[in-house]
């Protein structure tokens, strides 16, 4: 399985794409590939300010589906499924000073 790069360059993109909401953390991916839910995949994420990317193994556990008439992005929601506790704990560090907001996000 070939790892999908994920290159987050502004907090405010990593803010529409985390998924806090799931258990462990989880990232949306834009792709017009077809998966399915409990479909494993290889991330390779690079967050704001690193110069190195991160291998993260997950599931999908979120479907967007292109969705006439929406603007909405389609792609799926990657949970992480092993242990990347410094990884989440680095993404919700990095947002923690962007607040809550009312922007919409990848998901809802």
Same mark, same amino acid.
């Given at each position: 399985?070939?790892?999908?790069?994920?290159h987050?360059? &502004? *907090? =405010?993109?990593l803010?529409?794409?985390?998924?806090?909401?799931?258990?462990?953390?989880?990232i949306?991916? %834009?792709?017009?590939?077809p998966?399915?839910i409990g479909?494993?995949?290889?991330?390779?994420?690079?967050?704001p300010g690193? &110069? *190195? =990317?991160?291998l993260?193994?997950g599931?999908v556990?979120?479907?967007?589906?292109?969705?006439?008439?929406? %603007?909405?992005?389609?792609g799926?929601?990657?949970?992480f499924?092993e242990d990347?506790?410094h990884?989440?704990?680095?993404?919700?560090?990095?947002l923690g000073?962007?607040?809550?907001?009312s922007?919409p996000t990848?998901?809802m």
């Amino acid at each position: 399985m070939a790892a999908k790069r994920i290159h987050l360059k &502004s *907090e =405010e993109q990593l803010r529409r794409l985390y998924m806090p909401f799931i258990k462990g953390g989880a990232i949306f991916v %834009a792709t017009d590939e077809p998966y399915a839910i409990g479909d494993e995949m290889a991330l390779l994420v690079q967050l704001p300010g690193d &110069s *190195e =990317e991160t291998l993260v193994k997950g599931k999908v556990v979120w479907l967007a589906p292109l969705r006439p008439g929406r %603007a909405d992005q389609r792609g799926v929601g990657v949970q992480f499924t092993e242990d990347k506790s410094h990884l989440r704990n680095r993404i919700e560090t990095l947002l923690g000073h962007l607040g809550e907001s009312s922007a919409p996000t990848a998901t809802m």
